[in-house]
């Protein structure tokens, strides 16, 4: 063996017999002693559980009276799917040195949403800082930076049933009983099954108010895919997408 093959040789088995940080813990928003303009949730957590090429975060955030909670699981050096605001993600995991990097992409109200984060633990392994550049249709990129504190494994509270609808939400009338989360879902695949965005039916920061007429008919076709699901068919089969098929206005023929 020629000495630049015993060098190259030598730092492979140095490379691989460097320790990668394990990001295990339970972390909290680092709150700014000057708070930015704009919404501030009360308290942002995560929960990790990193083993080997597992990489299992969950992000809960409490704001006013509605706590949302989203989990996420990749596989380092390989494709992972997962669900981001009841959209699918692809994302992919590799290691930058001791960074974490994550490159997800996903589909959000017809515009392509694509995310770059990063995650360093610092050397007391006590601080994480999450750095995510995103960009969203043709927006210009962004970038958001979180700084994160470890706390006690037990400080993560249990999850608990979710709250109905209209718990959290005002003014609902067809889906009460509804989950919550589950009713954030529906109305953002309402979005890609009608073509529109939520200003179609609802008003702007006023989501609880009726002033469109469009509102009350998704009320109307909520009552009737459920009523032809319920007495026609075992399950769910009918959706709005069975007939807008991403139209506001639903299609009954096809051209001829």
């Known amino acids: 063996m020629n000495k630049l093959a015993f060098m190259g040789l030598a730092f492979g088995l140095w490379a691989g017999a460097q ?24 308290s942002m957590r995560y929960k990790i559980d990193h083993q080997g090429a597992v990489f299992a975060v969950t992000m809960r955030v409490k704001a006013g009276p509605e706590t949302q909670q989203e989990s996420m699981r990749f596989l380092v050096g390989q494709e992972s799917k997962n669900e981001m605001h009841g959209a699918p993600v692809t994302s992919r995991a590799e290691w930058d040195g001791d960074t974490l990097v994550i490159r997800s992409a996903a589909v959000i109200v017809g515009k392509e949403l694509r995310l770059t984060d990063r995650w360093t633990l610092a050397a007391d392994g006590d601080t994480l800082t999450f750095r995510e550049r995103h960009q969203f249709g043709t927006e210009p990129e962004g970038e958001d930076i979180q700084i994160l504190d470890r706390r006690p ?7 608990t049933p979710p709250k109905a609808a209209e718990e959290v939400y005002k003014n609902i009338r067809i889906m009460k009983g509804v989950p919550a989360p589950r009713l954030r879902t529906v109305m953002i695949n309402l979005t890609r099954w009608l073509g529109v965005d939520c200003a179609h039916c609802h008003v702007a920061g006023e989501f609880e108010k009726d002033d469109k007429p469009a509102k009350e008919t998704a009320r109307k076709m909520f ?5 032809i699901n319920q007495t026609h068919f075992d399950g769910s089969p009918v959706t709005c997408w069975t007939c807008h098929r991403g139209q506001a206005k639903p299609q009954s023929l096809p051209p001829q």
């Open 19 to 42: 320790t990668l940080p394990n990001f295990t813990g339970v972390w909290e928003l680092k709150k700014p002693k000057t708070p930015p303009s704009g919404r501030v949730p009360e």
């Open 153 to 159: 494994a037990d400080s993560w509270e249990p999850d």
């Open 223 to 227: 009552t009737m895919v459920r009523s």
